[in-house]
């Protein structure tokens, strides 16, 4: 009954920006790492940016440091994506992903859900 919900996707031109929201359901958002990938039209699905449980934490792909900024609001279950100065090598189905491990005498299970995807496409 998790549910991951991707939203602002669209069609947008070359130097805009585009901010993707993902609304979680289903898990005590506050304990997953939240992470999102990007698929580009034929290539394989990467990790584009991630952040910590708490949002203490960021990392992001060498590709989109300093473009994308990605936040979360543990109040709101929601983790966001802001994407600025937008390319059109950024044209992807954008993915988000909640990941946690739960730890049970001495053994790790991994927790990975997924949303849906939101198309965003960069084009003038």
């Known amino acids: 009954q998790v549910q991951l919900v991707e939203s602002g996707g669209g069609l947008v031109q070359p130097g805009r920006p585009l901010r993707l929201s993902c609304a979680a359901s289903g898990l005590t958002f506050s304990t997953y790492v939240m992470n999102w990938y990007r698929q580009p039209p034929g290539k394989d699905r990467d990790l584009v940016a991630t952040?910590?449980?708490?949002?203490?934490?960021?990392n992001y792909a060498d590709s989109v440091k300093g473009q994308f900024t990605i936040s979360r609001d543990n109040a709101k279950n929601t983790v966001y994506l802001q994407m600025n100065s937008l390319k059109p090598e950024d044209t992807a189905v954008y993915y988000c992903?909640?990941?946690?491990?739960?730890?049970?005498?001495?053994?790790?299970?991994?927790?990975?859900?997924w949303g849906q995807g939101t198309q965003v496409t960069v084009s003038s």
């Open positions: 992903n909640a990941f946690s491990l739960s730890r049970r005498l001495g053994v790790a299970y991994p927790n990975d859900y």
């Open positions: 952040i910590t449980s708490t949002g203490g934490s960021t």
